[in-house]
């Protein structure tokens, strides 16, 4: 049984390249924003777009940032990167010296770096430590931690919201009750077996049944949603006249709030009429959203690249 991953062994291939790069119109010059860097696939190409552009990327996780820098370094000065959570976009630019921006790219979630790495605890093909934090030295609870902290409800939640899991109740359940006999998860093995022997094997169903939970715990250690829609305002304000943003989301919980934010940033009101006879949503002309729908990757892409399936692209164009 697979988990949303490739396989052990699959390369990193930047989801919807052509089509990102594309929206984002790198030839155009100036400085891009890559606002999660990972192995710096996504950088790479807008920096062999022309010799007119610059990237600054940005990254939580400092091995991505040191691989990355190897990758991009025959770029020299065209390329320079920052340790931040992209929440913080307008002090990292200030700190480079940098106004605005022609482009911005955030490509959310996890790497393959990652997702493979089997110290790290995102995954549950290595048993190792129940870890699962982008930035160790910047965040201190692990998802062990997190485990150990939440009341049973609330791990309840987590799983059903982050990970559309429907049977959080009694995988929280079994968790409380490993608690409460002094035997804490420690390791991604444990809290697979856990989960496999909670929900039973589901008829018909290929991925492991630990699939959703870790994405879930994945989510919620990293506090991976807080913000996202603030980051999309703020880099649309960074950006020049004419400069475009685009968003790869993966959970149908992070493409509602970009969606959302572009939304606004269009114009649309959200807004009741009745209950608010002024507009209190923060709605303003600010952009043309270019992807009507979100682009979604070719059967194509899905094949050679299974971490691509749920891939979502939406694109701005600041006025
Ligand atoms: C899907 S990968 C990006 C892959 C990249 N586009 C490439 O082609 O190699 C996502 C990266 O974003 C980073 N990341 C996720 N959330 C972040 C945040 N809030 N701030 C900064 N980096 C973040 C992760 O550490 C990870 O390296």
Not at 35 to 47: C, D, K, N, P, R
Not at 68 to 94: K, P, T, Y
Not at 215 to 244: C, H, K, M, S, Y
Request: aromatic content about 4%.
């Amino acid at each position: 049984m697979a988990e949303p991953g490739g396989g052990p062994g699959t390369p990193h291939r930047p989801v919807l390249l052509i089509e990102t790069t594309g929206l984002l119109a790198p030839e155009r010059g100036g400085l891009f924003v890559d606002a999660t860097l990972g192995l710096g696939g996504h950088s790479e190409a807008v920096l062999e777009a022309s010799d007119e552009t610059r990237v600054l990327g940005i990254d939580r996780d400092r091995e991505a940032l040191r691989l990355a820098s190897e990758r991009l370094a025959r770029f020299g000065a065209r390329f320079q990167c920052a340790h931040a959570n992209f929440r913080d976009i307008a002090r990292v630019m200030s700190g480079a010296g940098e106004r605005v921006a022609s482009g911005v790219l955030a490509d959310l979630g996890v790497s393959s770096l990652q997702f493979d790495t089997p110290g790290r605890g995102f995954s549950f093909r290595h048993d190792a430590p129940l870890d699962m934090r982008m930035d160790a030295e910047g965040q201190e609870e692990t998802a062990a931690a997190l485990l150990e902290r939440l009341p049973e409800e609330e791990i309840a939640r987590v799983l059903y919201e982050y990970g559309e899991e429907r049977k959080s109740r009694r995988i929280a359940r079994w968790i409380i009750e490993r608690r409460e006999r002094g035997e804490p998860l420690r390791t991604t093995g444990e809290l697979a077996d856990l989960v496999a022997r909670a929900v039973g094997h589901r008829r018909g169903e290929r991925i492991h049944p630990a699939t959703r939970t870790f994405q879930a715990l994945r989510i919620a250690v990293n506090r991976e949603l807080e913000g996202l829609g603030e980051f999309v305002e703020t880099a649309v304000d960074l950006l020049q006249p004419q400069g475009r943003l685009a968003v790869i989301s993966f959970h149908s919980l992070e493409d509602r709030i970009v969606k959302r934010a572009l939304r606004r940033l269009s114009g649309h009101c959200e807004c009741d009429p009745r209950r608010a006879p002024v507009c209190t949503c923060g709605a303003r002309r600010a952009v043309e959203i270019l992807t009507r729908r979100p682009v979604v990757p070719s059967e194509q892409e899905v094949g050679e690249n299974p971490r691509a399936r749920s891939a979502k692209l939406r694109a701005c164009l600041k006025l």
